[in-house]
């Protein structure tokens, strides 16, 4: 009696191994995808609520309620003034390969484009992730402006390097 196993078996192993990876390889990308894009807006979270702070210890920063009127604070003041801790806060969409990733992922969704709008859409979807995923540290400014409708101060980040 032989032990061992059959090419028929080892054949059916080898199938099934593939199987199990095709179906697990996308789900696990996706996880950690979308886990990069909840700590980016976590970070981002963090960055708006330290501007709040910093604008209730500098009350005299904020814009007027004029609806025109704006104001903004950077990243670097809210870490001076001792808010905000990190010495570098790390952009959890940085990639090396940033440029490439994003080049192949617009090549796929542009062969799926309807139309031009599609196109366009496509097109500004990948310049903001670009700008997203070049740093390894997220830097920028908390623009703050005043709505009326809401009747309070609206604050929103920006990746740009630029200061106020």
Same mark, same amino acid.
Not at 47 to 71: F, G, Q
């Given at each position: ?9 080892? #054949?059916?192993?080898?199938? $099934?191994?593939?199987?199990? %990876?095709? #179906? ?15 700590? @980016? ?12 702070? &910093?604008?209730?210890? /500098? ?5 007027? +309620?004029?609806? $025109? ?8 003041? #809210?870490?001076? %003034? ?8 790390? =952009?959890? =969409? @940085?990639? +090396? !390969?940033? *440029?490439?990733?994003? *080049?192949?992922?617009? /090549? ?8 031009? =709008?599609?196109?366009?859409?496509? /097109?500004?979807?990948?310049? %903001? ?9 997220? *830097? ?6 005043? !709505?009326?409708?809401? /009747?309070?101060?609206? &604050?929103? @980040? =920006? ?6």
């Amino acid at each position: 009696m032989n032990k061992g196993f059959t090419l028929i078996e080892l #054949i059916l192993v080898i199938a $099934l191994l593939s199987i199990i %990876a095709l #179906i697990s390889v996308p789900v696990v990308t996706g996880i950690i995808s979308d886990s990069k894009e909840k700590a @980016y807006n976590e970070q981002v979270n963090t960055i708006i609520n330290s501007a709040r702070a &910093y604008m209730t210890r /500098n009350p005299e920063k904020l814009p007027s +309620e004029d609806e $025109l009127d704006s104001a903004c604070v950077s990243i670097l003041d #809210i870490q001076k %003034a001792g808010i905000l801790e990190s010495k570098n806060i790390e =952009n959890p =969409n @940085y990639s +090396e !390969n940033c *440029e490439d990733d994003l *080049e192949a992922e617009k /090549n796929k969704l542009l062969k799926d484009a309807v139309d031009e =709008n599609d196109i366009a859409r496509i /097109n500004e979807e990948i310049s %903001a992730k670009k700008n997203i995923c070049k740093s390894e540290y997220l *830097e920028g400014v908390v623009d703050i402006k005043w !709505n009326s409708d809401k /009747n309070k101060y609206v &604050y929103s @980040y =920006n990746n740009s390097k630029s200061s106020c």
